[in-house]
């Protein structure tokens, strides 16, 4: 009895009776990371197979999940129609995709013209994904995937393009942006999985425009996206950037550029993001280019005291 408690103590406390430091959570990890940080390069797997355009992504122990659209025509001004756009042509995938790059699987998602899925997010058993018409102000549907069977059940309609998702497990509410991220969706989830009217409210910033958004857990999620800089003289810049906002007020708590290119010259935050803990600091996922993708991995490391 004595030699357990003893363990009990110890494993609670550390040798001068403090208690011991719970590790940082990824939103404490994550506010570490600044425009000085040193992000090094970890991993960089070519993807078998066409990745089309790729949009959201998450990981799942060694298997990485991708949301892509497959363009067959591109929208083209249109008077009148939602967004001034045509509706275009497409199809939306979700992939899966193994450690090595290889295809394990292939699963076509839409409606109609909404065949243009978004930012994804894993609720700890299944995947959320919006498909949405490849145009702003239109309509989109939003999906629950399992991913083990890659069986998708529709859970709502919004009359919105919905470009990315985030589930908070704490509240059972499914969180949702429109368009280059200018508008915010709520809806409580049901715990028989329907959910509730929406809730709106607009983003107060625009440093970045939202491709793809991950609960973090205390009632936050991470956005990333970047920003087209044009100078009248004809130069243009692309400039990627991670954002934590707050699900509370949907205000950011934390922003950080992410000065990162691929060889093609595209900013790692083009397209999907996926952040997780890594060591002391954390490692992003990047799938920054379309069709013949490489998935990229770069760590970044806490700062020194």
Known sequence: MIKTLTLLILSGFGLLGAPALAAPSLADRLMQVDRATVWTLAAAVPVAGPAYHPQGMVRIGQDVFVSAVEIKAYPSR????PGGRSPGAGVG???RIGAAGERLGDLILGDGDAYHPGGIDFDGRDLWVPVAEYRPDSRAVIYRVDPKTLRAVEVLRVADHIGAVAYDRQTRTLHGVSWGGRRFYSWSISRAGRAGPPKVSANPTSYIDYQDCH???GRKMLCSGLADYR???GGSLSL???EIVDLRDHRPVWQ???ALWAPS????TQNPVFVEASGGGVRAWFMPDDDRATL???DAAPPRN
């Open 78 to 81: 249109l008077a009148g129609a």
């Open 93 to 95: 995938h979700l992939l």
């Open 215 to 217: 609960a973090l857990g």
């Open 231 to 233: 100078s009248p003289k």
């Open 240 to 242: 990627g950037g991670l």
């Open 256 to 258: 950080a550029p992410v």
């Open 265 to 268: 010259g595209r900013p790692m």
């Open 296 to 298: 990229f991995a770069y």
